[in-house]
């Protein structure tokens, strides 16, 4: 079986939900506490034995590309100051891992973002991590996909259980957890109405994949909002093979809902081991009033 090394970051979308923060500079450039949002996603997928990462990004997304490369003149000031710590920061940015760009010219939805991949991915498993998630837990969330994939094989879905009211959000898993974190995926249905969901184990922006998605996507018509779903292409695999739910240890932000983005600059800031003090007192005082 194939070692997945390769992992694809869909992060075209326009963020439209974030403006005007988001009309000139990428939402996944926002900063949770002192980090863009999408530095999280890429230090999972490295953490998680990935060495090449491929990001889908669109007009208006060099800011991206910027982050990740080296900024000589930074990189020349904080040495002439002697600045060695913020320095050593930076430099670790640029050689986290080969990454890579290829855009996504038109929106035309995730299933056609990942088809965008194929040439890079060619034959081989490979993850996909949405950008507008992050995930915080203690073995990073891909890597216990990866640890799915190479005991199962086949196509891994993360899920989690969201409640009843919620799963008009997501893609739905027609499935049961029968006691452990893996179930056989029967279905998946994007953005059901909640009396037609077949469950609450929810697609929460974490997959294994195998390469012969592409297939599938090539003639996959444009489903809900008019656009190209992973989620149908995922149905129809399904049908043909194995693939597997994977119910992952973590906890779940949103960051491209302004609720979630809030939750997630919290909740972070209180683990900065820097700032955790402080900002709890902030908060107490500010719960006080």
Not at 55 to 64: C, L, P, S, V
Not at 93 to 120: N, T
Not at 193 to 215: D, K, M, T
Request: glycine letters at 8%; proline letters at 4%; a negative charge.
């Amino acid at each position: 079986m194939s070692k997945v090394k390769k992992a694809v970051i869909p992060a075209a979308g326009l963020g439209t939900r974030f403006l005007p923060a988001t009309k000139a500079q990428p939402k996944e450039m926002l900063p949770i506490v002192d980090k863009p949002a999408i530095q999280y996603v890429v230090e999972e997928a490295v953490h998680s034995g990935i060495e090449d990462i491929l990001i889908i990004t669109g007009r208006n997304k060099r800011a991206i590309e910027d982050h990740f490369d080296h900024c000589l003149e930074v990189e020349q000031t904080l040495r002439s100051k002697g600045k060695e710590e913020e320095l050593r920061m930076l430099e670790e940015i640029s050689r986290m891992a080969d990454i890579h760009y290829v855009r996504q010219k038109e929106p035309q939805g995730l299933g056609h973002a990942i088809y965008c991949a194929r040439k890079f991915v060619r034959d081989e498993p490979f993850a996909v991590l949405l950008g507008d998630d992050i995930i915080n837990s203690e073995v990073p969330c891909t890597r216990q996909l990866v640890s799915a994939f190479e005991e199962k094989g086949g196509t891994i879905i993360g899920v989690q259980e969201v409640e009843w009211s919620a799963v008009h959000k997501y893609g739905v898993v027609s499935g049961a957890l029968q006691g452990g974190p893996l179930c056989r995926v029967e279905g998946i249905v994007e953005k059901p109405a909640r009396e037609a969901a077949p469950s609450n184990l929810a697609a929460l922006g974490r997959y294994v994949l195998e390469p012969e998605i592409f297939s599938i996507l090539e003639h996959t018509a444009p489903g809900a909002g008019g656009e190209i779903q992973l989620t149908d292409a995922l149905n129809e695999l399904a049908q043909q093979k194995e693939v597997w739910a994977y119910a992952f240890k973590g906890k779940r932000y949103d960051v491209g809902d302004k609720l979630g983005f809030l939750e997630a600059t919290v909740e972070y800031a209180l683990r900065d081991g820097d700032l955790a003090d402080d900002f709890r007192r902030y908060l107490r005082d500010l719960m006080g009033r």
